[in-house]
């Protein structure tokens, strides 16, 4: 079975966010999918208090994985009240089109009502 939630250690938090070359702060988070024991993926944003912005999908070449593990991010998001939801140029645009979250590609805004909807709305 496989787990997803906010990772706990700060510490851990820190070392993935510096591993991929991102500024740790205060609103950092690194959403992690776990499966007995074993890290199967992450995701790292920062959830402020008016935006979240998504850095980093880990790994992108599971579609399924990666979009679970997004869908999990933005539920934390919109958990604490933040529905606005964009994503950083480290994140893969083909990725996320290819998924169907990209709302507004200018804005780089994510579709967080797509939590609504089924997962794996692949094109």
Same mark, same amino acid.
């Given at each position: 079975?496989i787990?997803?939630?906010?990772?706990?250690?700060?510490?851990? @938090?820190?070392?993935?966010?510096?591993?991929?070359?991102?500024e740790?702060?205060?609103?950092? =988070?690194?959403?992690?999918?776990?499966? /007995?024991g074993?890290?199967l993926?992450?995701? &790292?944003?920062?959830?402020?208090l008016?935006? @979240? =912005?998504?850095y980093?999908?880990?790994?992108?070449?599971? =579609?399924?994985?990666?979009?679970? %593990?997004?869908?999990?991010?933005l539920?934390?998001? /919109?958990?604490?009240?933040?529905?606005? /939801?964009?994503? /950083?140029? @480290?994140?893969?645009? #083909?990725?996320l089109?290819?998924?169907?979250? %990209?709302k507004?590609? #200018? #804005?780089?805004? &994510?579709?967080?009502?797509?939590?609504?909807?089924?997962?794996c709305?692949?094109k």
């Open positions: 079975m787990e997803l939630g906010v990772l706990k250690d700060k510490n851990k @938090t820190k070392q993935l966010f510096e591993q991929n070359n991102l740790f702060g205060g609103f950092s =988070v690194c959403v992690s999918a776990v499966s /007995a074993d890290e993926g992450y995701c &790292l944003l920062d959830i402020g008016e935006k @979240t =912005v998504v980093c999908i880990e790994p992108l070449n599971d =579609v399924p994985l990666a979009d679970g %593990i997004l869908r999990s991010a539920h934390v998001s /919109a958990e604490r009240g933040v529905m606005n /939801a964009f994503y /950083a140029d @480290t994140l893969s645009e #083909e990725f089109n290819k998924i169907g979250f %990209i507004n590609q #200018e #804005e780089k805004r &994510l579709d967080i009502d797509k939590l609504f909807s089924s997962c709305s692949c």
